[in-house]
């Protein structure tokens, strides 16, 4: 049985092609193939006409046959090579052209898509896909089109790529102050395709697979305009390449735990998911990284084809269903720019926001997987990412990206950016990290391990990339701290910064941490670990006189003195004393104790979409 979420879904919605930019070739493809399959199915009169011209029913069918199941999906893909440009520089650059007040955001947008466009260019040419953004990287992958597969041949595009790369925009100076740099790692291996989530019909792509693991270290080791491979990557293209090894290739023995320990068990077994309880003992290489110095013998370079039509030419997005299941995986800020056909020219902005940024070691996401744990993965990490999409939303929060890289694996989550912007978006971002981090904790059958860190400032928000692909990036230095937060080794592993703790400590309880030295600042940054909500009662603050509400004050007492029953309620523009009069209320009602039982409940406007029961 397949089982499906209740849809509601506008067919008649047209469209922009550039909305394809937003998603992996990868996706793109699947979507279509998928869908044009069942359009030739379903339309007997599919030459004649589009498939609007289909009832809507056989639209919403074609739709759920179109998006993944609801447990997720999952595919493997054969002798890969994956890619990691990282570019050093952005950061400066924000902070350099930021101080010219306006027009700097704009200044920084049009510099980091001519250098990316650049990138984009030379990595389509190679038939290398873009699969994510991650902040100042790019992840890109290299896999065979055909039945065929080659690991040598993938794993000499990418170096090839990364070597022009180099060549064309390994050193690029936007302004006189700031020159850009990119280092690349490469790693080989099987790689897993994941489609997950599916929360309000939200999904999200992903990579994963042994070649993360290695790609830390192939990072590490280089330096600005350099290309690593791994040791493994190394022995498929020795022969074809000249390099130079960083490091001397060593043997351990290394235990695997891929979820819990050993002797931690499921917490509710009447939960349907699988035991994960996956570890094992093996021999491991370590090191053996090689810096690319020459191709001695390169291939022809095979471009990434052109993307597919529609049987008459038109863009895949013109096919009502196709549209429809592509916005499934874009972020509901850049769906609001297409809705709004505000395409023309994409807002670039310098904002305060606040970013959660989640590492999820957990789910051990960067290693080879059996056919059974493949199934176990997938469940894993989409109860994972459905419940935190969950929280989330409940918070009306910006789910960034959830990705595998050189890091692990990891979830960004900000508040503060349209249409995810309120006044208390930096207690929201707390709100919504401790709520995550219990459940991770409470809600899973086996316990998540994690760490997090939230972080609060300013940072650059808009569209990077080119016209055939971009992402919806939130760039900057506050970005940074988070991610460097969430890799401290502190008691809890969940902090945050000074600015995020002075702004909520009248409605978070917190506990100092000191002091920690961070990469990329020169002072030591103050940390403070949240502890929970502050509960104490807008009823126990000071109280002063209350002037005037007579008519108000009246009817309240009328109904006490005369036993009515009934609701008041209080509405009215904000500062007008709404939280005065209500605790004038509670002290008359207190005062006849032994009539009356008083009870005294709150909500936050965080908790708007919960009902008040």
Not at 27 to 43: G, P, T
Not at 138 to 152: E, K, P, V
Not at 400 to 410: E, N
Not at 485 to 509: A, H, P, V, W
Request: glycine share 8%; charged share 25%; net charge negative.
């Amino acid at each position: 049985a397949r089982a499906r979420r209740p849809m509601s879904i506008n067919f008649d919605r047209k469209s922009d092609p550039a909305m394809m930019s937003y998603l992996p070739r990868m996706v793109i493809e699947r979507l279509a193939c998928k869908a044009l399959e069942n359009r030739e199915e379903q339309d007997s009169t599919f030459d004649s006409g589009p498939s609007s011209a289909l009832s809507l029913n056989a639209q919403e069918t074609r739709l759920l046959e179109v998006l993944p199941l609801e447990s997720g999906e999952l595919s493997t893909l054969k002798d890969c090579a994956v890619a990691v440009a990282d570019i050093s520089g952005f950061t400066k650059l924000n902070e350099t052209l930021s101080k010219e007040g306006k027009g700097g955001a704009e200044k920084v947008s049009a510099h980091i898509n001519s250098y990316f466009e650049k990138m984009l260019n030379v990595i389509e040419a190679h038939g290398g896909d873009c699969i994510k953004f991650a902040g100042d990287a790019l992840i890109i992958l290299f896999h065979s089109r055909t039945w065929i597969t080659d690991a040598s041949s993938n794993t000499l595009r990418a170096v090839q790529c990364s070597l022009e790369l180099q060549e064309k925009v390994g050193t690029y100076q936007p302004v006189e102050e700031v020159t850009l740099t990119l280092h690349i790692g490469i790693s080989s291996g099987d790689v897993y395709a994941m489609h997950v989530g599916g929360w309000m019909g939200e999904w999200e792509f992903l990579i994963s697979g042994s070649p993360f693991s290695q790609l830390g270290s192939t990072l590490d080791l280089g330096s600005a305009g350099d290309v690593v491979v791994s040791h493994d990557s190394w022995d498929l293209i020795k022969d074809m390449c000249e390099g130079e090894q960083l490091r001397e290739l060593k043997h351990v023995e290394v235990r695997r735990d891929y979820f819990p320990s050993e002797k931690e068990e499921p917490r509710d077994s009447t939960r349907a998911v699988p035991d994960l309880k996956l570890y094992d003992k093996s021999l491991q290489t370590s090191g053996g990284e090689v810096k690319v110095t020459n191709v001695v013998k390169p291939i022809e370079p095979t471009p990434l084809p052109a993307l597919p039509t529609l049987p008459d030419g038109s863009p895949l997005s013109s096919d009502p269903v196709i549209a429809t299941s592509m916005r499934s995986y874009i972020p509901r800020c850049v769906l609001e720019k297409f809705d709004y056909r505000q395409t023309g020219s994409w807002l670039a902005e310098n904002r305060r926001a606040s970013v959660i940024f989640v590492n999820l070691q957990g789910l051990c996401l960067n290693r080879d997987l059996s056919d059974k744990m493949c199934n176990q993965q997938l469940t894993q990490v989409q109860l994972v990412l459905k419940t935190a999409q969950r929280i989330i939303n409940e918070n009306d929060g910006y789910r960034r990206q959830f990705l595998v890289d050189d890091k692990g694996t990891v979830l960004i989550i900000v508040f503060g950016v349209p249409p995810f912007a309120h006044e208390d978006d930096v207690y929201r971002s707390v709100k919504c990290a401790l709520e995550l981090r219990e459940a991770l904790h409470e809600e899973m059958p086996i316990r998540v391990q994690n760490s997090i860190g939230v972080a609060t400032g300013e940072m650059y928000v808009g569209s990077v990339g080119s016209q055939d692909r971009r992402e919806h990036a939130v760039v900057g230095d506050t970005v940074n701290i988070a991610a460097r937060l969430s890799g401290q080794k502190r008691n809890g592993n969940f902090l945050c910064d000074e600015k995020t703790y002075e702004l909520t400590k009248s409605l978070l309880r917190f506990r100092p941490e000191g002091s920690v030295a961070v990469k990329g600042k020169a002072e030591q940054l103050k940390i403070y670990t949240p502890l929970g909500f502050e509960r104490t009662p807008a009823m126990s603050r000071a109280n002063s006189e209350t002037v005037g509400r007579g008519w108000e004050i009246s009817a309240f007492m009328s109904s006490l003195l005369y036993g009515q029953l009934g609701v008041f309620f209080v509405a009215s523009s904000a500062g007008q004393g709404k939280s005065h009069l209500l605790r004038h209320f509670y002290e008359i009602a207190q005062s006849n104790k032994a009539d009356y039982k008083t009870y005294y409940v709150a909500a936050d406007s965080t908790q708007s979409r919960n009902p008040f029961h």
